[in-house]
């Protein structure tokens, strides 16, 4: 599959070029997002972060809902990346600081093309949204909308007219039109909104999060966070091109 190759082209690339890591003696199993093209930019820099802090990280596909949920539990020692909003919701997870990645989010339509102002510009229209997408959720409460499992059905509805518009992570949304050829589907700009995203840890893991924390500042203060963000969603999209 195009994104395992240029996470694992990625992780090549942080051994050649970071910093020694300390000894791998820790493991570190969290849930991530099944099918989300905006995480595997996060997922890149995660497994360099841990690596520079010597623990092993594992991360588990799964629907979103329930990788938020498990790793609430405690069944997962985290959760990848989510939206500062969960820290409020989901009292066994802490958010490592500061932020590991960043996500905008766009509104997809085949049917109409309007400028968006903001969240409130959607409200005259049927409004799709993937089930378990925080933001979404959160912002689109009492307009008309449904949710949809995964990306690929999004789309779909689009182009059969079976919503007015889908709200997308903006990388996953123009991911997805390129593997799919839903040449139709086009972005309203500008942008709903751009969304930092912080790695949560269980609380059973709390001692791990000052030792990450460090890690992230200091990767932030010298551009490594966004030249890796830069290069991995570049490689995502030229993996979108090479359809498997």
Known sequence: ???????????????????????????????????FSEYEPGTVILKEIYRRVGVELSIERLPAERALRLANEGVYDGDLQRIDAVKNLYKNLIQVRPAINYLEASAFSVKHDFPVADWESLRPYHIGIIRGMKFADINTKGMNRVEISDYESMLRM??????????????????QRIKFGRTAVRELEPPLVRIHLFHYLHKKNEALVPRLSAVIEAMQETGELAAMREKAVSMLFEGAKRKP
């Open 1 to 35: 599959m195009a994104t395992r190759h240029f996470v694992l082209a990625w992780i090549v690339f942080g051994l050649v070029l970071g910093p020694p890591p300390a000894a791998a003696d820790e493991q570190v199993t969290i849930a991530g997002v099944r099918s």
């Open 158 to 175: 689009l182009d059969l007219g079976r919503i007015d518009v889908g709200v997308l992570p903006r990388i996953n949304g123009l991911y």
